[in-house]
């Protein structure tokens, strides 16, 4: 198209630079003649016929096809030589810039079609779909198309409470000092990590990042097979760091997938600094990429046998000492809990690390 546009108005500039008003009135005419099929080559060669057949419906090539070789010629005959000089410039230029409109509006409507074609042809349930086109038409897609290929129902971002309603509620001695910007940054939600609608969802994987039970299968279940052709190329992940991929049929744009550590009797330091790298390395993962808004599961607190009890410490202070260096990072982080006893950790411990401005007690 550029290349198109180039050699039109380096036609256009050759007509009216003076060169054809050199010639002959007949070597005019034929360079006349030779300027509209070019113009007209010009638009058969880069339109398919359809669009040029759709755009001459509406009206708009009219003007060009109605830019014949015929009127042209019939607009110098029998006029004198200035006249038709005068006439051909102010034709040329009309001509010129009609042509420009018309070829930008149909480069618009090819542009916006072959978006429409990508959008159409998306298919997240293939795994012969090409995972990297998929993930970048998503990616780029506004919020309403973008739902139209959700494989499960929604909770939007603005639906999902910010936590400080509750935060007077337990009167307690905070581990951390108030901090108002946090204020409505800090969400506690019961339910599946599936249905949010955020930037990113953060997944309790494994090391081969392939998909298992618990979170990580209800996360690739609801993402499609085209997230685990994503992770098949991210090489696994080791205990405690954090890869990032689409979210594909999920509503959350991103998946941040973690290994949090496997507990086997007691608690150790070991264990506890590798579910505080998860959750300091998910956030970093997640800010290095823009995102805004990221939910949480309870790492390892499943099947990888870390206890619940002392997991949300970890997670809570791990998240506001991460908040206290990166506040205008995010704007949310969700804590998604599945099980009612988990509910009732967070609530009952998300006044030590988020206080409100209420008087306070020990917890001790
Ligand atoms: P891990 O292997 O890290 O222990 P699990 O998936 O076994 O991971 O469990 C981690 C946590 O995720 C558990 O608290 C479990 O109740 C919770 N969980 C399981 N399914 C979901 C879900 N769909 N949404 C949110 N949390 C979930």
Redesign the pocket.
């Known amino acids: 198209m550029a290349f198109q546009m180039s050699t039109l108005s380096a036609r256009i500039r050759l007509i009216t630079s003076g060169g054809p008003l050199s010639r002959s009135r007949g070597d005019f005419s034929n360079d006349s003649v030779g300027f509209s099929v070019k113009l007209r080559n010009i638009f058969s060669a880069t339109q398919p016929k359809r669009q040029v057949h759709s755009l001459f419906r509406t009206g708009i090539a009219e003007r060009v096809d109605n830019f014949s070789t015929a009127t042209v010629l019939k607009s110098f005959k029998g006029q004198n030589y200035g006249r038709a000089c005068r006439e051909k410039s102010g034709t040329v230029y009309r001509i010129a810039i009609g042509a420009f409109g018309v070829t930008t509006a149909v480069a618009c409507l090819h542009a916006s079609a072959q978006v429409a074609m990508a959008e159409a042809h998306l298919n997240l349930d293939s795994v012969k779909s090409n995972w990297n086109k998929v993930k970048e038409t998503l990616l780029s897609m506004g919020l309403e198309d973008r739902r139209k290929h959700y494989r499960s129902s929604f909770l939007a971002l603005k639906d999902i409470p910010v936590w400080n309603q509750e935060r007077g509620a337990a009167a307690v001695k905070p581990h951390f000092p108030r901090n108002e910007a946090l204020d409505n940054k800090i969400s506690l939600f019961s339910g ?3 249905k949010l609608e955020v930037d990113g969802i953060v997944n ?1 994987a494994n090391k081969t990042l392939l998909g298992g ?4 299968g ?1 996360i690739h279940r609801t993402a499609g097979p085209l997230l685990k052709c994503e992770c098949a190329e991210l090489d696994g992940c080791d205990t405690g760091q954090a890869k990032i991929t689409g979210g594909y049929g999920l509503p959350a744009k991103y998946v941040i997938h973690t290994v ?1 550590p496997i507990v086997m009797g007691a608690v150790g330091e070991e264990e506890r600094s590798r579910l505080r790298e998860c959750y300091w390395n998910s956030l970093d993962c997640a800010t290095s990429e823009g995102l805004r808004s990221v939910a949480f ?8 046998g ?1 206890p ?1 009890e002392q997991a949300v410490d970890v997670a809570l202070k791990t998240v506001r000492e991460y908040l206290n260096d990166h506040d205008h990072s995010l704007d949310r982080v969700i804590f ?4 009612p006893s ?1 509910y009732e950790l967070y609530k009952n411990n998300l006044p030590y690390y988020f206080p409100g401005d209420v008087p306070v007690k020990s917890k001790l």
């Open positions: 599946d990590i599936t309790a039970g618990g979170v990580d209800a949090g599961p309870c790492i390892s607190t499943g099947v990888y870390y619940p998604c809990v599945f099980l988990d």
